[in-house]
């Protein structure tokens, strides 16, 4: 598909010296637009798709849709949906922001999955960071009331700016885990991707935010 330029996406869509091409079936499984009537979860950034497999798992009745630029993620994500017989699963190649303006109407999304979005951990960057006070204001009218928000990072700057943009929009999101036994990432039922592996290969830990909104 074309990404509209108006959705900027930055970092690398393939692996070095990989061919950029999505599989025939991940062709067959990209998104169309979302019935509204039905549970629809969103995995944003999905990398290598193991969240997604592991949310699909659990209620096939629920409708997962991975938001993913990276071509090699998107295939791995297709391959382990015809693995394991998963027929609940869609794919969005580019920028969640287009992929909620031209596929969702208003109240059709249950839950959000941001799981170790990219830190961007140079300040100069800081700006390509997603979550932040815009995208929370968008996100609130795609949102059914009582719609669930997971948030994992291990990089501390990045949860630092998260807390605060949670606590500007405090009147539209609640939070839920406010008890810090259930900050810890690896101490919870959360999918084990591929970065909360690198993080606790590290020594660094994740820190888990789940809201509500009102």
Known sequence: MIINTKYRLYGRSKGRGKINNISNYAKKINIKKIDSKKYNIIDIGVGYGESTI???KIDKNKNVIACEKYIDGINKVAENCLANSLDNISIFHGNVNQFLD???S???ISEI???FPDPWPKKR????RLINDSFFKKIKHYLNNGALIHISSDSKTYIS???FTVYKARLDYKWINQQKENWDYAN???PKTKYFKKALEKGDNSFYLKLMKI
Do not use: D, N, P, V
Not at 125 to 128: G, L
């Open 54 to 56: 592991e949310i699909a």
């Open 102 to 104: 031209e596929y969702c």
């Open 106 to 108: 208003y109240k059709s």
């Open 113 to 115: 999955y941001i799981l």
């Open 125 to 128: 960057h800081f700006k390509r």
């Open 161 to 163: 700016s998260i807390l």
């Open 188 to 190: 919870l039922t959360m």
